[in-house]
């Protein structure tokens, strides 16, 4: 019974060409709207191809979250390793969160040990053995070690201090020496920095390189170029792609996108749907960005008549799956419907503007400007939440209220 039901699956077409590219941990061959930084880190890390050795190679990548700092330096430290290997230079590039090392400069310097010196016995070793092994192994292999180190936040307790002042050191007790070992530091905030003292942050920090937040073009670009790595041909619509990048736009924040695309494509293909539309987007946001339990609360403190305007984003909503947002006129035609469904006057133009500002303001609707293709301006009015759970937590809400729909 099990194997039928696993054959069954197994022949429903999936909207995906690749899902592995919508990992989190997938580095993309292409980074959009990053190659001034892919170059400035080329310029950087230069001497480490010209003359191995010569210097060590340092920069900081700034950024909030989901901007690409950590994309950007794992593609970096790979193509870098690889040009290395075409010419003959023997490059370690390593890798390292601290967050998930739990910030321990310990368990952090046997990772990397582990990449250079197989079944090195850590155990009954300090930080300080550890790293003096690594040094000795690079120089003995007349090899280089390239360390990103990410969330360097998570190394501003006293021991994490400790360990970013040791590795400041290997730039003073390799003098005379080739210079070995070269450096990428990953930070969101500037301002961790001046834990530092003035000494360790000079001799670490090297280039800083600051990623802007995304514009909105940019961020529909990205989630344009990772659908296309992602779905067939066809299975993924544009309004889809907007609508992620209008829900993405206020944190730049790409990660988010990723996963909607993910989820929303793993929703389409629950439900045998051939194509990914901006209702799928909706039905997998809440478990991305929002949640459904201050969703209900909020719904407890709207007027009827909010009630009732948001009951009518919902079924439009329901009814056109392919569209993410409506003009405002359509809006109030749908309301108009439900008021007279559930046997209420309903409120003129200003007023219902008036609750559309406010169903905003809470995050119960999203509004912006038409753009081409609309006659005249006018404001378009989107749902940012599943419009079946949304529709059916209303009329439950209305049912307590004692309204009978008609």
Same mark, same amino acid.
């Given at each position: 019974? !099990? /194997?039928? &039901? @696993?054959?069954?699956? $197994?022949?429903?077409?999936?909207?995906?060409?690749?899902?592995?590219? +919508?990992? #989190?941990?997938?580095?993309?061959?292409?980074?959009p709207?990053?190659?001034?930084?892919?170059k400035?880190?080329?310029?950087?890390?230069?001497?480490?191809?010209?003359?191995?050795?010569?210097?060590a190679?340092?920069?900081?990548?700034?950024?909030?979250?989901?901007?690409?700092?950590?994309?950007?330096?794992?593609?970096?430290?790979?193509?870098?390793?690889?040009?290395?290997?075409d010419?003959?230079?023997?490059?370690?590039?390593?890798?390292?969160?601290?967050?998930?090392?739990r910030?321990?400069?310990?368990?952090?310097?046997?990772?990397?040990?582990?990449?250079?010196?197989?079944?090195?016995?850590?155990?009954?070793?300090? !930080? /300080?053995? &550890? @790293?003096?092994s690594? $040094?000795?192994?690079?120089?003995?292999?007349?090899c280089?070690?390239? +360390?990103? #180190?990410?969330?360097?936040?998570?190394?501003?307790?006293?021991?994490?201090l400790?360990?970013?002042?040791?590795?400041?050191?290997?730039?003073?007790?390799?003098?005379g020496?080739?210079?070995?070992?070269?450096?990428?530091?990953?930070?969101?905030?500037?301002?961790?920095?001046?834990?530092?003292?003035?000494?360790?942050?000079?001799?670490l920090?090297?280039?800083?390189?600051?990623?802007?937040?995304?514009?909105?073009?940019?961020?529909?670009?990205?989630?344009?170029?990772?659908?296309?790595?992602?779905?067939?041909?066809?299975t993924?619509?544009?309004?889809?792609?907007?609508?992620?990048?209008?829900?993405?736009?206020?944190? !730049?924040?790409?990660?988010?996108?990723?996963? $909607?695309?993910?989820?929303?494509?793993?929703?389409?293909?629950?439900?045998?749907?051939?194509?990914?539309?901006?209702?799928?987007?909706?039905?997998?946001?809440?478990?991305?960005?929002?949640?459904?339990?201050?969703?209900?609360?909020?719904?407890?403190?709207?007027?009827?008549?909010?009630?009732?305007?948001?009951?009518?984003?919902?079924?439009?909503?329901?009814?056109?799956?392919?569209?993410?947002?409506?003009?405002?006129?359509?809006?109030?035609?749908?309301?108009?419907?439900?008021?007279?469904?559930?046997?209420?006057?309903?409120?003129?133009?200003?007023?219902?503007?008036?609750?559309?500002?406010?169903?905003?303001?809470?995050?119960?609707?999203?509004?912006?400007?038409?753009?081409?293709?609309?006659?005249?301006?006018?404001?378009?009015i989107?749902l940012?939440?599943?419009?079946?759970?949304?529709?059916?937590?209303?009329?439950?809400?209305?049912?307590?209220?004692?309204?009978?729909?008609?």
């Open positions: 019974m !099990s /194997e039928d &039901i @696993l054959k069954e699956g $197994l022949r429903i077409q999936s909207v995906f060409k690749d899902e592995r590219t +919508l990992d #989190l941990s997938y580095i993309p061959p292409h980074l709207h990053r190659e001034y930084e892919y400035i880190l080329a310029r950087v890390f230069r001497p480490l191809l010209d003359d191995p050795g010569s210097m190679s340092k920069a900081t990548i700034i950024g909030s979250t989901g901007v690409g700092k950590t994309v950007l330096v794992r593609r970096f430290c790979n193509d870098l390793e690889k040009m290395c290997k010419r003959g230079i023997r490059l370690y590039s390593i890798y390292v969160n601290a967050q998930e090392f910030g321990s400069p310990h368990i952090i310097l046997t990772e990397i040990s582990s990449k250079i010196i197989p079944n090195f016995p850590s155990r009954g070793f300090s !930080s /300080e053995e &550890i @790293l003096s690594i $040094l000795k192994a690079l120089e003995d292999r007349d280089h070690l390239l +360390l990103a #180190l990410d969330e360097v936040e998570a190394l501003l307790s006293p021991r994490g400790k360990l970013l002042a040791s590795l400041s050191r290997l730039y003073e007790v390799s003098m020496l080739k210079q070995r070992v070269h450096m990428i530091l990953i930070v969101r905030d500037p301002k961790a920095l001046r834990s530092l003292s003035a000494p360790v942050l000079e001799t920090q090297g280039y800083v390189l600051d990623l802007h937040n995304y514009s909105r073009s940019e961020i529909y670009d990205i989630v344009k170029y990772r659908a296309d790595l992602a779905f067939k041909h066809g993924i619509s544009d309004e889809a792609l907007k609508l992620i990048t209008d829900i993405c736009v206020s944190s !730049s924040n790409i990660r988010w996108a990723v996963e $909607l695309l993910l989820k929303a494509g793993r929703y389409a293909d629950s439900i045998g749907s051939r194509m990914v539309l901006p209702i799928h987007i909706r039905a997998v946001q809440q478990s991305v960005v929002y949640s459904m339990i201050p969703v209900r609360d909020s719904l407890r403190n709207l007027s009827d008549h909010e009630l009732l305007l948001l009951l009518a984003v919902a079924r439009i909503s329901q009814f056109s799956p392919e569209e993410a947002y409506f003009p405002t006129g359509r809006v109030e035609e749908a309301y108009r419907v439900v008021c007279e469904e559930y046997n209420l006057e309903p409120k003129k133009h200003t007023q219902v503007w008036s609750y559309v500002k406010t169903l905003s303001t809470v995050g119960l609707l999203e509004i912006k400007p038409s753009s081409v293709g609309y006659r005249g301006k006018t404001t378009l989107g940012p939440i599943q419009p079946e759970l949304i529709a059916r937590s209303i009329e439950e809400e209305l049912s307590k209220r004692n309204f009978r729909y008609e």
